[in-house]
Structure formats: C-alpha cells, structure tokens
C-alpha cells in the first residue's frame, strides 16, 4: 500500500483517486480549496481523504499532477519544497484552448510540460503518462476494442517501474505500456492531444486512446 496524493479533484483526479483507492493505496485528493470539499466528496469513495495541495504534495509517497496543463507549471514549481524527493506521475496536457474550448495550441511546442516540470523540480523525479486518451479509459483500458497504449517518458528508470505497477493497478496489462524512454520523449506524446479535438469535433465524447498498433 503506498500513499498517493492526487493534486486537482476533477474527472481526471477523481476517477484515479477511485480506482487506486480500490487497489488498496491510501489516497488524497489535493484541492486549492478545501472548504469546497464537501461538495467535491459526494460520489466519491469515504475513504479517500481530501487536504489543500501542499499538505497533499508534502504527506504523499507518489504525487499525481491532474491540474489543468495550462497552469500546472506555475502551480507545482510553488511545491518544489514539498515534491523534493517525491515521485511525480504527470497525466496532464498543456494547451491553449480553441475557440470551441477544445484543445488547440501547444503552451511549450518544441518541449512538453513534463520537461518543463522536471527543470523547475530538479529533486523531484518526474514521469509521464496516460495523457493520450479519454479520462475513463486510464482506469479501465480493457472497455475498448482494441487493446489502448500507456506511454512513459521520464529520466529515471526506477521511477518508471513505479508508474509501471501503479498502471498494473489501473488495469493495464504489461503489453500496453510502451516505454518510450527519457522525459523529453514526452514531446511526442503530448503532441498527441493535437489530434483529440477533431476526433471530438467528428465522433463525439466516446472513449478512446491514441495507441501503438503492432
């Protein structure tokens, strides 16, 4: 059993928060406004406790950046303090919105959020994943037809056979996950999210992940 804590409360980070929390971790949900949590704990399961983000990123093992991608940088380089020394899975997308509000441009084309999270958290070891679907899919890969990819990216690789079981945990089976190698690999993959707002502008909001067919 290993502590996570998950920073941000909505689809993405209730929907770990749930899942993880039934594999047997002891979770925390990380929320900026912790008068707000008694609204934000309806639904979810009562074992999962709730804390303000940096007594979240501060008391937790894992740390899971679920916050919008577009302030992510801002909001977790004001914990390097408390991510010193922690592993952090990042799950986020950084982009600007579309006029639609769907995603559109890249906020660090050329690099990625995850590199950017690593330079400003230097003790911190920062790997990412899950960012190539539709929220649900992260927890329950086997609902679609095809067999989905888990990519990682990051610099370390202990970290990764971390990220590795937690994903086992989520589901997913050992043939899914594709390491790609170091964090700036991490490129590639967010600029995969370039390709979600068509295939929701044409197919509507169904599951899917952007996957490695073989």
């Known amino acids: 059993m290993t502590s996570i804590g998950i920073l941000g409360a909505g689809r993405v980070g ?3 928060a749930g899942k993880l929390s ?10 900026r ?7 934000l704990a309806a639904g979810i399961a009562p074992q999962i406790a709730f804390a303000d983000q940096r007594t979240t990123a501060r008391t937790a093992e894992i740390v899971i950046n679920a916050t919008p991608g577009a302030t992510s940088l801002d909001r977790l380089a004001d914990l390097r303090a408390e991510l010193s020394g922690k592993l952090l899975v990042d799950v986020s997308n950084a982009t600007r919105d579309a006029a639609d509000g769907l995603p559109g441009d890249l906020c ?4 990625s959020l995850a590199e950017q999270l690593q330079a400003a958290l230097p003790d911190t070891r920062v790997v990412k994943t899950l960012n190539t679907m539709l929220f649900m899919v992260m927890t329950a890969p086997d609902t679609l037809t095809v067999p989905p990819t888990a990519y990682l ?3 370390d690789e202990a970290a990764k056979e971390t990220v590795t079981g937690l994903l086992g945990d989520l589901g997913w089976q050992p043939g899914w996950i594709e390491d790609l190698g170091d964090i700036t690999t991490a490129r590639a993959t ?9 295939l929701l502008r044409r197919h509507g909001f169904k ?4 996957s490695l067919a073989r």
């Open 22 to 31: 039934a594999a047997g971790h002891r979770v925390t949900l990380g929320v």
């Open 153 to 155: 990216s990051g610099d």
């Open 108 to 111: 660090y084309p050329g690099s």
């Open 207 to 210: 599951p899917f992940a952007v």
């Open 14 to 16: 209730a929907n770990l």
């Open 190 to 198: 967010e600029a995969m999210i370039l390709a979600v707002p068509h």
């Open 33 to 39: 406004n912790p008068e707000d949590t008694a609204a």
